[in-house]
């Protein structure tokens, strides 16, 4: 098992850039795939990015590349998300989610542990 608390969120302004971060506990952190996933009031979960056990492969939703970037530290126990360029469309709640098939997949419901999320706002 696996505990996610997600930091970094804020309000930012239109073209900024913010860093999430997301603290995982146990010795296990290596043996999992993480995701990240963002939802906006009245949405569905939306997948963000994604990266393998190891980090040598990330993936990333529609329209991610390029303003997104995931890494993870797998001798510190934390994944990150660097966003730049923000848009008001990127406001919503982000969520870091571990899996343990290691596929680093893109659907949500593949995912067994979720952290509590962290509220990103974009302003103008």
């Known amino acids: 098992q696996v505990h996610l608390v997600e930091s970094g969120g804020g309000l930012v302004q239109t073209g900024g850039s913010l860093m999430l971060s997301c603290a995982a506990s146990g010795r296990t952190f290596s043996s999992y795939a993480m995701g990240w996933f963002r939802q906006a009031p009245g949405t569905e979960r939306e997948f963000v990015a994604s990266?393998?056990?190891?980090?040598?492969?990330?993936y990333y939703g529609a329209s991610m590349e390029g303003r997104f970037t995931i890494s993870r530290n797998n001798a510190e126990n934390t994944v990150s998300l660097q966003i730049n360029s923000l848009k008001i469309e990127d406001t919503a709640v982000y969520f870091c989610?571990?899996?343990?098939?290691?596929?680093?997949?893109?659907?949500?419901?593949?995912?067994?542990?979720w952290g509590q999320g962290t509220q990103v706002t974009v302003s103008s």
């Open positions: 989610a571990a899996d343990s098939t290691g596929r680093a997949q893109t659907v949500a419901r593949a995912y067994d542990y």
């Open positions: 990266i393998t056990r190891s980090g040598a492969v990330a």
